[in-house]
């Protein structure tokens, strides 16, 4: 029995510590801290609803958009405001691009190296990549370059944010040639560039990213013109092609190396998704990513998701305030007391749903969308599947591999969605639609903004009186996903997750590390 | 029935027009900076703000020809008299106006029913007639701390970050603003509310004849009408 | 300066896929980007090429959100910006490094042991709950900045969190957060902290830096230190208002304003000072450098400035969409100047009114009071002194 420690694990948004208990080369117990606290919620008190939605970005500089639209989606709940149609395809385009950047730089900046090790790109041979990539029918890129670059990276000796890396570790897929993770390491530059692109698309409509600046109780402040609605096409094309012809072929061609990820890492099994991207009903159930709940003791079945039945437990982590309330109620008082598993040990909260923690994310949304029948969703899942061999068995998306592959495929859906969207703008403001923005002088309410962020659902719950806010309560992914053990005991869904995990070096726990990372938190 | 004469002597001619212009900078300093603050109708910035700073530099120039002038114009220092003195009395305290506070504040509030004697302004009138002066000068302050041509200069960059910031140096120079207006709805009302001789002398140069008085504020002819 | 070994920086451009035309365009840019004249190219391309020895730095995550590490990849021309990156050897961060836990501190401690690396620090500096409110390896944020700067040869505070504890300062400021400078004085370090600014950094401001501290040696010769202002930001980034750059001042001065967002005006693109601008009294260069490779920035996308690069930026600013900050007045909450203004006016009209009342049942209105014979104190006086 010993404990194996990551802190802080890297390439995450935030600060994050996983400790788990390996028996026998297996997780047997896990705990997850968050390490930071910053009391968001209480530096809104008394401000204005639509202040909210600039500081509420600050939350997460990965997914501000998300914490955007959330925002000012709950102040239009309170208020009764419904937007036009152009601010809901304005709003629906900002969060694809942000989407698309999130999980193209999700992939290859911050996971690829938990698969792909660039020392062993080194000995690829130069023709055999281009055959590879051209039998993947993944992105060509000038391999020999990139070769001899990364040669000169390590023979200067200086790694830079390749210091200390776990080159070689034996949870390295074994048989994985050379030359894919030369492939891995040329599509990492790319998607560098990739990422800023979708970026770039954030800041003709929304001024720039990270902290978009356009979205408002109402509607958006962005108007188009034909040139702006042309710089977006293209970039959204560009990705598309990318993502289409990169990203995909890339995931199933890494993913039957590391097939035995399909067998462990899939935690509670409870999936919840508050939908995103809206239809012109702008019904949570019929969004383009619908809202569901998935319980484990359903099995694969999806039901109506409910924003009352929502708890936050407190008693495990560093909160003074009442536990078990619900976020319209919800109090955050901080007090730290020390670092200890068996009783406070995070500054995150345990949210649960009708009593149950539940993991948010791309693999909830997949899931909730697969069963509710969303095509295209369902076209790719069920192609990823028979790759995999795993044809007609979405249960086994409940793992480390269906939790990373969920996300890529997501980013295709997405990005085909994105290109629609672009067109029914066009279509709208040429067919002479020129609103955007809803006026309104409401100024008291109690209301909720449910959406989804790339990294998963998220909530922010807002109390208007007197046109100032009187409560704001948010929960985040990260919250429901990195979420301490309940006031019963029972384990967040990353810490879940990681139990059962074979861990080959206990001083070394990449698979752990996987595990954590595969939330994105 | 006790109106003191008002006699030219009180306020010589050069006073009448800083007097005039002090007005009429005031009024469309305070219109121009509303409409900076808050453009209420179109089509008017270019203008608004050049008048703004028009004015700033008229009435900074009237008033240090203003205090000039106090060392070298005559004028009266006591009510319903011709004679004069150095105008610069006006502004130092005056043995008529000793131990008077008490007296105008009982007054004002009508705990007392005697009209209080004093000098030509009384202890009150002089304190927010002299106030006025630093109060221009801070206006001044404030408005060069955020007129993009000054605010860099260290004077008053230095004074822009010890307030913590332009936004609170705005909203000090909108408060002096607000407190000139208090100021002139006070002066105006109380110079005129016991009748509007003053407003006649002050304005039109018109005397009106009424009690006159000696060195020690008592009456020695006239009468009030 | 002779610098002796010419070839080493071309060699090692060279091999990480840069050619010399493609490093002096570079050189060209980042002239441009400090105000230098185009004479000024060989003479950075003579300080860049003095060794191919990369120079350490360690970038550290205090209260962060990761928005100024997004940021950074999101610069101009992404090969040479590698390039950038690469002549830093960034031996740790959080967001990016391939270590981690234990091994990925213990790179960084490598680097904390010779005096000299770059540390670049993003996010507030959190010393809530004896620095608790932020914990990274079993340790207090804190501590982790005690140790880190004392032996940098500078400090590059990103994003407004690092320069004065950014919203997170915001009142009632719960996590007690400040800024790297703030916090260092108060330790009495005294490494030199150059401070950028507005949420998030600007990338293009912190390539800027990198060349101008490392590359034209501005550190070593104190040249930097002479282009900052008081609050530590360089000038020639900080000197100039939004307001005096923005290619709406023209709608400004024609008094063509956005009286609400939606209609008519905004899709032409008048000024959006009503609606909230906070240009005027933002120092950035943002209407020139622009956001995310020259894209667009926020007044272009129809969005009024935040300005998110104050001092303070919350408070000074919010209601973000109004012309005056609130105040935070006690027991009455944040209120805005002009409601203050309004009621304190208010109640002197009332004041005058009900005195204008009381001036006409005295009798006063017409000429007013008799006057006094004797002034009361003198009266007074003379009683007591026997007549006297």
Redesign the interface.
Known sequence: MARSVVDPLTRIEGHLRVEVEVNNGVVTDAWVSGGLYRGMEKILLDRRPSDAFYVVQRICGVCPISHGHASTASTEDALGITIPNNARIVRNLIEAAQYIHSHILWFYTLAALDYVDPVKALSADIADTYALAQAAGTGVSDFGAVAKRLQAFVDNGQLSIFTNGWFGHPAYAEDMPAELHLIGVAHYLEALEMQAVAAEIIAIMGGKFPHFMTSLPGGTTFMPTEQKLDDILFRFVKLNEWVTNTMIPDTLAIAPFYAGALGYGGGHGNFLSWGVFNDESFEANNRYMPAGVIKVAQGLTVADADASVLTEDVQRSWYDSATGLHPSAGEADANFSEYNVDDQYSWVKAPRYDGAPMEAGPLSRMLVAYLRGVQPVQDLVNGALEALGAAGRPEVLVSLLGRVAARNLETKVVSDWSLEWVNELIGAVAGGDSKFFEPHDVDEGMGAGLWEAPRGALGHFIDIQGGKIARYQVITPSTWDCSSRDDGGVRGPMEEALVGTPIIEVERPLEAARIARSFDP | MSHPAHYREAHPLIFVFTHWINLISMVALAFSGFYIHYPFFANFMGVARGMHFFFMYVILINLFVRIVAAFFVKSATRLGTREVETDIKNWLPQKLNRHQLGAWLKYYLFLKKDHPIGAKYGVLQKIAYIVTIPLTLAAAYTGFAIYAPFMDAAFFAAGTDWVGGQMNMRIIHYYIMWVFILFTAVHAYLANVEGVAPSRLIFAWKEEEGLRFDADGKVIGGSGH | MAHEDHGAIYD?LA???VSRRDFLKYCGSIAALLGLSESFVPQIAAAVNHG???K?AVWL?G?????????I???DT?DVA?IV??L????????????????????AE?VFEEPGYILIYEG?V?Q???G???????KTGLEELDHAAPNAAAIVAVGSCAVDG???M??????D?TGVKPYLESKGITTPVVNLPT??VNPEWLVAIVVDVLLLGSLESGAILDKLD??GRPKYIF?Q?I??NCPRRGH??????VN????EE??LGYCL??VGC?G???YTNCPIVR???R?????????PC???G???W?D??????N??????LPSV??TQ?GVV?GV??GA??LG?GL??V??KV?G???????????????KKRMQKGGGK
Request: a negative charge.
């Open positions: 090692l091999a990480r896929g191919a020895k990369l350490p995550n209260g962060a959100c990761t928005g100024c590490t997004e940021s990849a999101q610069v992404p590698t990156l690469d830093l050897s960034i031996d740790f961060m959080e967001t990016l490094s391939m270590a981690m836990g234990e091994d990925a501190l213990a790179a490598a507030s959190m809530g709950f004896d608790n409110a932020l914990r990274i390896g079993g950014g919203f997170v915001a009142n009632p400021n719960p996590a957060a949420c998030p008081d609050w000197g208002t307001h005096d400004f001065e024609n008094g063509n304003f609400e967002f939606g209609t905004e899709a000072y009503k906070k005027p009294q933002t956001w995310n490779r894209t667009s920035w926020c007044v272009e996308s129809g969005a935040i300005g998110c104050n001092l303070n919350v000074v600013g919010a209601p973000f969409l012309r005056h900050r609130d105040l935070p909450g944040n100047p203004a304190v006016a002197a009209a005058l005195h204008a009381g001036m005295t006063r209105m017409d000429g007013g009071a008799p006057y006094e014979e004797m002034k009361a104190h003198d």
